[in-house]
């Protein structure tokens, strides 16, 4: 191991450590592992003992889980669970939107697979994967330079909740050898 020390005016200095990446989320749901170390690596409460679980959310949807599962601002990397979500467009459907003063867009369908890793370690605790139900959602967000010609519908935040209920609520699940699968379509 080379050790490099700078010495200016008399003091010597060593160089910091490098910055440790914040999101432990692998590039693909198809990872066995996410990427460690992170600043989770240092700060996170290990993933041990009885509920509740604080849980950071790597999706846009941050106000989907229940307030008393995430940690506060001010302890951000903290939590001993981080759930990573990836959607894909599975379909472009027939079903037709219509929004008022906009016109109709047609649907996408969508599926969204979910890994849930171990805050600290990085380790995958399970997966599980939310089907879309064809439901248009509520509001189309556009500019008036990109008007989109359909719209991808919104995955179900009750369906997140109860695939994640058994690991947040319930005690510590440790030592599985392969992660559960699961998908939560109905």
Known sequence: MTMV?????????????????????????ASGRGV????YTE????????GPHSVDLRFQMDETLPP????PDSEPYTAQLVVCE?????????IK????????????????TYLLLEAKTSKVITRFVVEGQGLCPGALNYSPDNRPAHVREDIDPEKIIKALRPYV???ARQGSPEPAV???AE
């Open 182 to 184: 699961s998908n939560v």
């Open 68 to 71: 008393h599962w995430t940690t």
């Open 36 to 39: 460690y170390p992170t600043t």
């Open 169 to 171: 609520e319930g005690p």
């Open 5 to 29: 020390v700078l010495v200016v005016d008399g003091t010597a200095f060593e160089p910091s450590s490098p910055v440790l990446p914040t999101d432990p989320c692998p590039a693909s749901a």
């Open 43 to 50: 700060d996170a409460k290990p993933y041990a003992g009885p």
């Open 86 to 94: 990836y959607v894909e467009p599975v379909t472009l459907t027939d």
């Open 97 to 112: 939107c219509d929004y008022r003063g906009y016109g109709e867009v047609r649907l996408i369908q969508a599926r969204a």
